[in-house]
């Protein structure tokens, strides 16, 4: 079975960019769709970005549509979220995952299964 670990989480200044990653090893990485989750405190996790198993779709909530992408390289094993334009709302605890599935929407928002999650790394974008 996969093992995800991601990095790249710190203290960035609004209006900044990042990019976090995710590697995998322990499994087939390429068998898996990928999505990327974050959780504010005191709040729910939330989707944040999915993408199929060859790369060749995407998926993202509104809240980020435009501001963040979602990469993978299935040789390297590895995921990607690089964020643009962070603004202090994006601060959060990121956590990748591999997925059963690509997203589906419904009412207006995506919605996955996550079968195996990463540890987190946070992300904290200050004013």
């Known amino acids: 079975q996969v093992q995800l670990v991601e990095s790249g989480g710190g203290l960035v200044q609004a209006g900044a960019s990042t990019r976090l990653s995710c590697a995998a090893s322990?499994?087939?990485?390429?068998?898996?769709?990928m999505a990327w989750f974050r959780q504010a405190p005191g709040k729910q996790r939330e989707f944040v970005a999915a993408i199929a198993k060859t790369g060749e779709s995407t998926y993202y909530a509104d809240s980020v549509k435009g501001r963040f992408t979602i990469s993978r390289d299935n040789a390297k094993m590895m995921l990607f979220l690089q964020m643009n334009m962070l603004k202090p709302e994006d601060t959060a605890t990121y956590y990748c995952?591999?997925?059963?599935?690509?997203?589906?929407?419904?009412?207006?928002?995506?919605?996955?299964?996550?079968?195996?999650w990463g540890q987190g790394t946070l992300v904290t974008v200050s004013s």
């Open positions: 322990g499994g087939t990485f390429s068998n898996y769709p």
């Open positions: 995952g591999a997925t059963a599935t690509t997203p589906v929407m419904y009412s207006g928002r995506w919605y996955t299964d996550v079968e195996i």
